[in-house]
């Protein structure tokens, strides 16, 4: 780990301090701070808050989601009903990544199977409404934030579900019988007992959900309206222009932004529990 992965980021961030010839198109391997510079005329506010509030908010959504399934799976299912709902969380990453993506283009897609849905639930006023909410709408779902979202949520809720239900699996289940017993309501239980025990498993999920969002480049690529994100920047500037010290400083902001979420979890004492 320390040398595949650290080493990995020591070379990224050593590339970082290296410049692109603009006449060659080659890379200049003299020690510079031009390429930072440059960073800072380029890297705008506007990109990374979005980046950062989808991951937010895709974080967010998984954990509303994932609890109940969670729960279900963890304290509530039989053994042939837990055996079968593995399978349903565990289906969707035996999958092809891009053969996922492209498919919820196709149900996002006007005229798709959620816009027919909708309109033939007579919900066409629900959906319509939410596509035009400023920043976040589109003309149809596949070109919106909203259907974005909906992605990256479907994409990473695996990675959620999986670590609360084993946080949920090590709660006894006397903790949950002993709250009840002394009078607690459920809310209080869940508020008390359940939670607690369960943060590890959700900082846990929150930490691949949050990360995958923040530098993922093709789903803001192939859903939405197509507007800048940190990965899809670090993307064209590796790829597209061919600038690989720019786009290893540009990827320094993720690693500092993932920096920063780690050191809050672990003062949040979640990481003891782990």
Known sequence: ???????????????SFFSLDEFTLKVNHSFTLSTWHDLAT?????TVGRTVAMAAAVTIASIVVAFPIAFFVSKVARARTKAAMYVLMLLPLWASYMVKVYSWNLILAKDGVIDWLAHHLFLGW???GALK????????LGASLLGQFIVFVYMWLPYMILPIEAALGRVPDSYLDASSDLGASPRT????????????GVVAGSIFTFALTLGDFIIPGQVGRSQPSI???IYQYQGTSGDLPLAAAYAVIPIVIMGIYLTVAKRSGAFEAL
Do not use: C, H, N, S
Request: zero cysteines.
């Open 231 to 233: 990965g899809k920047a």
């Open 133 to 140: 909410l400023p920043g976040i709408g589109g003309t149809y």
């Open 1 to 15: 780990m320390v040398v595949v992965y650290l080493g990995a980021l020591a070379a990224l961030l050593v590339q």
């Open 126 to 128: 629900l959906l319509d």
């Open 189 to 200: 239980t869940f508020r008390k007992v359940t939670w607690p025990l369960a943060k590890p």
């Open 42 to 46: 380029k890297v705008t506010a506007e």
